[in-house]
């Protein structure tokens, strides 16, 4: 009996039935989303441990202070590292970087020289590499269409060498992609056609289990060493599992509004089945009956709504996973990082743990207003029938509240606390007088629009004005909507809207919640395509209208020669960066040539006259973060980079520029003829 008048209420109740499955689905299905974006990251690094790293644990370099060379590591470190317990298996290589060239194609790679007897033993099978043949990775044969038999050429710094492709790597170690397993590939090629004085890189397989990589490796830092365990930083690293965290956490705005759904659901639902429940009381039925009968209703409500918001959270989950791609793909447009593809992945676990989610909390709502519906009696049901109100007991003392709290933010006199207490007087004063909702509502909207915001709080104080003067617009409106639907509407138009008048926290609660439903599934949408967008806009303008720079290594201290400039370039424009004390802290200052204020594009520039006012001597750019006053002259002290010569120089500011306007952070910018003599910077070469 109690199950067939559940399936009864379910059925009978269609519009009620997919209003609550439409809200609890919302829970399961962001869940779910949020939750097999982290499965889908999670196995494609599991597959690249086996594609990429095969036998290889760790890799080891050598500790130094030197960002732009990895020193030779001794040969008795080498032999010291060996004889650890924990370690069964190393490769010593000579690792640097190269760019291979094939039919007018380039691409920067990982080149790894090795002793063929050596990467055998690693590898436990054997490896033959010639003088003249090199393996090259899966990876980066498939990006430049290599083959077996193909001939190829390797650029390095120190010269090129042309080699014919032995072997592709098909998987594990020869199939390296760097330590991160995100480089384009590698080449192995024998040690001996590397002009380095020895191994610079060592390649470790440890025989204990994963979990103890991190402490086993521990006892290497006394030979000066530092050690990246590959495999379980992959695995374990936070940032490989923060971003569906990221999204969860996002997505529990939606998550809460609809379990809000669901509490507002069920108190309707307890008003729709009052005369139920007082009928079935009167024929005897118990309160557990009672109980049960709202119980197993709301389940079925709720079973439903989880498996079809799991569902939906699948699509949600893949959709999330491709716009995700695309701006990873965006950001590293350019860079030897590259980013293969992310299949799609969802565990059983996700599946089942956004069910019960779903489940779960709207089951704790059901429960309490079953067990509350079911101690009334009977004469209780049919009088709140027809006296159901919303609550005005302590309204007023609410509003004098709101008032006197206004009232003390504005003393403050902080913009957004003014901000927020004028709201707060409006909302008091418009609970009290009827009248007033629409004229403060209006007022409110205005002053937020005029008011001049310049940090987070006024952006938070902004949006609260707008949703507090939002809820006076609809409760000042709704009074004149309804006395001309009196003539112009339905009965039914007249009915909604005395409702609305009615029950206005309700009303406004519900659109409140199902507008922030709209706009976080919107923003979860649209902010992976917006920083597409926005990343594919900068590469376009490129850096100031250039395609790409090149840096000369600041430690190369005799090399007193400009970089060498490549054919067919159509603007060139040198730059020297050094460093500039300034109240105290060092700041990045760019000494740029003629070329460079002849030809630069700067997307925010407003007019063009700084370009020939900083060729006067002793002039400089500013860079802000944010609108203040500028001063006139600074006086700092101008530092050689790395190390050297320093002196105390003043400059005069001429203008100022944002710094988030531009894609290179720089603090300041000012003329190569304002560099003084004997100050070593970085030279940089800018071209397109």
């Not at 009672?290 to 209703?297: D, G, I, Q, Y």
Request: include cysteine; charged fraction near 20%.
């Amino acid at each position: 009996m109690i199950l067939k008048l559940s399936f009864r209420n379910f059925l009978k109740n269609l519009k009620l039935s997919i209003f609550l499955i439409i809200g609890t689905m919302i829970s399961s299905a962001l869940i779910v989303g949020a939750l097999s974006v982290n499965d889908s990251i999670k196995m494609w690094n599991e597959r690249k441990i086996t594609e990429n790293f095969g036998v290889a644990d760790a890799r080891i370099v050598r500790r130094g202070v030197l960002p732009f060379q990895q020193l030779p590591i001794p040969e008795y470190v080498i032999s010291s590292v060996m004889k650890k317990g924990f370690i069964s298996k190393i490769l010593p290589a000579k690792e640097t970087l190269g760019r291979v060239e094939k039919s007018g194609m380039f691409m920067d790679c990982l080149v790894l020289g090795v002793s063929s007897e050596k990467l055998s033993n690693f590898l436990g099978r054997k490896i033959t590499l010639d003088k003249k043949e090199a393996i090259v990775s899966k990876s980066l044969s498939e990006r430049m269409n290599l083959h077996v038999g193909d001939v190829f050429k390797i650029h390095f710094p120190f010269g090129s060498l042309s080699l014919v492709v032995g072997m592709i790597g098909e998987k594990g170690f020869l199939n390296y992609r760097g330590f991160g397993g995100e480089t384009s590939g590698s080449i192995f090629l024998d040690e001996d056609l590397l002009k380095m004085m020895g191994p610079n890189v060592l390649y470790v397989s440890y025989n204990v289990e994963l979990d103890r990589h991190p402490t086993v490796s521990k006892e290497l830092e006394s030979y000066d060493l530092k050690v990246m365990n590959m495999k379980y930083e992959l695995l374990n690293s936070p940032g490989n599992q923060v971003l569906g965290y990221v999204l969860l956490a996002f997505s529990s705005f939606s998550i809460m509004s609809s379990v809000l759904i669901v509490y507002i659901f069920y108190s309707s639902l307890s008003y729709e089945r009052m005369r139920t429940l007082a009928t079935l009381k009167v024929l005897g039925f118990t309160r557990k009956g009672l109980t049960s009968v709202l119980l197993l209703e709301g389940l079925l409500y709720l079973i439903v709504s989880s498996v079809l918001g799991s569902i939906l959270g699948i699509v949600i989950g893949k959709e999330l996973l491709i716009m995700i791609k695309k701006s990873i793909s965006s950001f590293l447009e350019g860079t030897m990082i590259y980013v293969d593809d992310i299949p799609y992945a969802i565990s059983f676990r996700t599946f089942v743990t956004g069910f019960f989610v779903g489940v779960f909390l709207p089951f704790l709502i059901l429960l309490f207003f079953s067990s509350k519906l079911a101690k009334k009696p009977a004469v209780n049901f049919l009088r709140e029938m027809f006296t159901g109100t919303e609550n005005a007991k302590r309204k007023g003392s609410v509003n004098i509240i709101l008032i006197i709290t206004g009232v003390f933010l504005l003393f403050l006199k902080k913009d957004y606390l003014v901000l927020l207490g004028i709201s707060l007087i409006s909302l008091g004063l418009a609970s009290i007088f009827k009248l007033l909702s629409l004229p403060l509502a209006l007022f409110l909207i205005f002053f937020s629009i005029y008011t001049n915001t310049s940090g987070v709080y006024d952006l938070l104080s902004k949006g609260a004005s707008f949703f507090i003067a939002s809820f006076l617009l609809a409760t000042g409106l709704i009074p004149i909507f309804r006395n001309l639907s009196k003539k112009r509407s339905s009965v039914t138009t007249l009915v909604g809207l005395s409702y609305v008048e009615r029950f206005p926290k309700k009303s406004y609660m519900m659109g409140f919640i199902f507008g922030i439903i709209i706009l976080l599934m919107t923003l979860l949408y649209t902010i992976p395509y917006n920083i597409t967008n926005f990343v594919d806009d900068r590469l376009k303008e490129g850096l100031f209208g250039y395609d790409f720079m090149v840096f000369k290594n600041p430690l190369k201290l005799l090399d007193t020669r400009d970089l060498p400039v490549a054919k067919g370039l159509k603007k060139v424009s040198r730059v020297e960066v050094t460093q500039f004390v300034w109240k105290g802290k060092k700041r990045i200052v760019a000494f740029v040539d003629d070329n460079f204020l002849r030809d630069s594009i700067i997307p925010a520039e407003k007019e063009k006259t700084w370009r020939e006012r900083l060729k006067e001597p002793g002039t400089i750019l500013i860079g802000l973060y944010r609108e203040t006053p500028i001063p006139d002259k600074i006086f700092g002290t101008l530092e050689s980079f790395p190390f050297g010569k320093k002196l105390f120089t003043r400059f005069e500011v001429i203008g100022s520029y944002m710094i988030k306007d531009i894609l290179v952070p720089v603090d300041l910018v000012s003329h190569i003829k304002n560099l003084p003599k004997g100050i070593r910077g970085v030279k940089v070469l800018l071209g397109k």
